[in-house]
């Protein structure tokens, strides 16, 4: 069974960090590329970050850009998000997704491009 379980959400004061894992398991996902999105209330979800299979050349949403850092490794199955400089518009659900093909270094940033997801983890930033 194919599972993505995000932790390391919370509270945090404006300007705080905060680091976020996604463990997988079930799939040989160092072959894919891994994603955060985020999804506040009554908006739609946003890209966040990504990294392909080779865990070379991160992109990331422009409202993230400098503050933001995925990364992965593949021994361990786990990808991460660090956030820094968190403001209270970074308040959200953050989710964990895979996708793309196999071995892909072709940049994805839509939601219909992700096969799996997480269950999510709130991030909440007090101003």
């Known amino acids: 069974q194919v599972q993505l379980v995000e932790s390391g959400g919370g509270l945090v004061q404006a300007g705080g960090s905060l680091r976020l894992s996604c463990a997988t398991s079930?799939?040989?996902?160092?072959?894919?590329?891994m994603g955060w999105f985020r999804q506040a209330p009554g908006k739609e979800r946003e890209f966040v970050a990504a990294m392909d299979w080779s865990g070379g050349s991160p992109y990331y949403g422009d409202s993230v850009k400098d503050r933001f850092t995925i990364s992965r490794d593949n021994a361990k199955n786990t990808v991460y998000l660090q956030m820094n400089s968190l403001k209270p518009e970074d308040t959200a659900v953050y989710y964990c997704?895979?996708?793309?093909?196999?071995?892909?270094?072709?940049?994805?940033?839509?939601?219909?491009?992700?096969?799996?997801w997480g269950q999510g983890t709130q991030v909440t930033v007090s101003s």
């Open positions: 079930g799939r040989t996902f160092s072959r894919y590329t």
């Open positions: 997704a895979a996708g793309g093909r196999p071995y892909s270094i072709v940049r994805i940033t839509t939601t219909r491009d992700y096969d799996y």
